[in-house]
DNA sequence: CTGAAAGCGCTTACAG
DNA sequence: CTGAAAGCGCTTACAG
């Protein structure tokens, strides 16, 4: 590996001369510039990012913490954190959780050892309350996306009320009068929001609360037990919300078995949506999740956090758009 | 931040001492080291990768590149490697190049400033040839994955002779005698190899070598067009196989428009396939990759070349399995 | 069983 | 316009 010292004695300059030819920090006469520049080409020197890090106390990378790298809105968040992490100049370290809280407790462990200059992190669904005590005793930021909390951290995530409302207004006047609206592990403050949103909804459209179903719960059979039993019911919902792509995929899954057509036996509608999501037929009705300005947000989030860590914390709501396609029966192509 | 000064100077030791404690390098009177790990809790006292990293000119961490972090099998061949890194104690430096080249040089030369033990990477398509010139003349290990090459480094990929014959004898045993390969990008080492295997697979079931058709191209705009200009032929072929998740989404759009249904007007068959596939009506026969034994497999051999730089180079071919489903009319349920 | 000190490869005042 | 030297936070022979 070649050093700086290497490079200064084949240039027969100091290393301080070879440090600030690198970064530009002071003029140098152009022509020892160019004798630097030929050395560090002819002895393939590649600074050391740890070195530089280390003096600096800076490393200019920051950490990326996602649930399921896999899933497509979580894909897309990357993206867009990449992407400003570019702009802003900082390398991207990326570890995946799984939704598995031990993995994201070693993943955030590993960060810091590191010495990232901060942290962006979707939390497992399952993580402790406490798991972000760390960051309080502690000075690099920590910015939360898409999987927001109470605790006093820049956040950035996705409006859920008002889209919730939407829907649920939607199908009320299509004729809906019983919506089954799928929640799944409402630990996740995402899945809650839309849980409670969709009270509110159900009153302001004017619907009774009875006859509505609500299934909340961290189980995937469970949740595909209570699917199945509320579409066995005499007075069974005609409509249903799913409010992830894992539980729309649940609830098609039964759906497609009991042979339901969409949407003449039930109307469907998902929060956030398939990859390759026109191959299906009919095409659903989604939530677009705005994942890429999310990611974005929190990496622009971060990087002002990182410039000044006295400002009062924000928290970005971004809204998202709904499409309306076949599978709520619109007027908009199947 | 708390340093091992800190926390000798509270334990009464010197730093020796704490990172003997630390890493348990050396025996320590076990009252003097209840003693350290007390003052180590008390000062959340944290050790600094780098400085560690810089002294033992080993960073316990590995970079892995992906061409689409998004992508279900990279997806999972992500899992794999993260699985096995984490066994042989290594942390992973995720990054993503989009299949963009110059975003895959940045993200080498970015892993390489921080002084990885070593590098997966799974190139992107347009990648030059010289792009892994800097590994040759340098000792930082490299494992391709997945997307392989002629160069002397450790592969591993997936089989694509067999199961492409296989497939192809298939399709010719149901009667099929006009059958279209669609190879999308043949600077795809993999996709290039199953355009390969087609023709002799064609020649070995029998069929004639007019009425296949080829599809090979960078541009998705061109491939689509070939495949529309194929399936308006009036000797159109009755069966189409596509050589990845892309170009199968592709394929399927037109077959859709069209309204051919499958397996009757045109029997499809992919390699890859889709995250929940189960969803797909009727659901499609997939040669599935073994994306996460591919993943394992990658970081095993990483390991071992960062352990043994002058053992003979491996190639790694993992042989995938065959779905059979309904889109190519078997008997397995539709 | 433990400590003092060199050194990993850089950046950055300080001095000229 | 340039160089000598301190120091970032560790690990690890060396010495006792």
Redesign the pocket.
């Known amino acids: 590996?070649?050093?700086?010292?290497k490079?200064?004695k084949l240039a027969?300059?100091?290393?301080?001369?070879?440090?600030?030819v690198?970064?530009g920090?002071?003029?140098?006469?152009?022509?020892?510039?160019q004798r630097v520049l030929k050395a560090i080409e002819d002895t393939s020197?590649?600074?050391?990012a740890?070195?530089?890090a280390?003096?600096?106390?800076?490393t200019d990378s920051i950490g990326l913490i996602v649930s399921d790298g896999g899933e497509p809105s979580f894909a897309e968040m990357i993206r867009g954190v990449e992407q400003a992490a570019a702009r802003h100049g900082v390398t991207l370290l990326l570890a995946n959780s799984a939704e598995d809280p031990q993995r994201e407790a070693r993943a955030i462990q590993a960060l810091l050892e590191r010495r990232v200059d901060g942290i962006i992190l979707a939390q497992a669904a399952g993580s402790a309350p406490d798991a972000l005590a760390v960051f309080a005793q502690q000075e690099t930021p920590l910015v939360l996306m898409d999987r927001l909390s109470d605790l006093p951290f820049d956040q950035v995530g996705i409006e859920n009320r008002q889209p919730t409302a939407e829907l649920v207004a939607h199908l009320s006047a299509q004729g809906h009068q019983r919506i089954m609206l799928i929640a799944g592990d409402t630990r996740v403050a995402t899945l809650r929001e839309r849980l409670e949103a969709f009270d509110d909804a159900v009153t302001r459209a004017g619907l009774p609360a009875k006859g509505q179903v609500k299934i909340a719960a961290a189980q995937a059979d469970v949740v595909d037990a209570q699917i199945e039993e509320a579409l066995d019911r005499p007075d069974r919902p005609t409509a249903a919300i799913a409010c992830s792509t894992v539980l729309a995929a649940a609830a098609l899954r039964i759906i497609q078995r009991r042979r339901l057509r969409m949407p003449e036996d039930i109307a469907f509608a998902t929060f956030d949506g398939f990859a390759y999501a026109d191959l299906f037929e009919p095409r659903l009705t989604t939530v677009r999740h705005p994942a890429f300005e999310v990611g974005v947000t929190a990496a622009d989030l971060l990087a002002q956090r990182i410039e000044d860590k006295t400002a009062a914390h924000s928290l970005v709501r971004i809204a998202p758009t709904i499409e309306y396609r076949g599978s709520t029966g619109s007027a908009a192509v199947s």
Do not use: F, P
Not at 1 to 5: G, Q, W, Y
Not at 54 to 58: L, T, V
């Open positions: 590996m070649t050093t700086m010292v490079v200064a027969g300059v100091s290393i301080s001369t070879v440090s600030h690198l970064n920090t002071r003029h140098v006469n152009e022509e020892t510039r020197y590649r600074q050391d740890l070195a530089r280390m003096r600096r106390s800076k």
